[in-house]
């Protein structure tokens, strides 16, 4: 487990203003990124962040002092802050109740893409004449704004 080190350098808050749930974003190469996740990628520039979750261990979502900041896994973070409930569950899911495997990009959603495609699909052969008059209307709408 990951614990506080009292003797750590003071956080550094963030110049932005945080959003709802504490953390400050900032526009990047024209993307709306999360300042703390910008901030460990420029210190630590040969990790790969992209299915890591950066972890504040001072407990302030609003700093980005490198020092704080560590890249670990969606389970080591599970077990970092003791989730209970649903989202204990879903962090635990391989498999989604229809058997498909949930491994991957698959696995950052908290639905199966595979059962989600069948469903979307299914959805458009149910209603395809209503679909298909809906595309007759906004083709008519379009030729009459021209």
Known sequence: MLLYNEYMSKCIHCKSKPDIRGYGRVWHNGKLVYEH???FQRENFGIDIA???IHHTCKNSWCINPQHLIAITRKEHSA???????ALI???KTICKYGHPLDGRNKKQRFCLVCKRK???AY?????????????KWRGLKKLIK
């Open 37 to 39: 996740r910008l901030v």
């Open 51 to 53: 299915s890591k979750i």
């Open 119 to 121: 469903s979307a699909n």
């Open 124 to 136: 458009v052969k149910r209603n395809r004449d209503k679909m298909n008059s809906y595309k007759r």
């Open 80 to 86: 970092e802050h003791d989730l209970s409930g649903w």
């Open 90 to 92: 879903h962090s635990q």
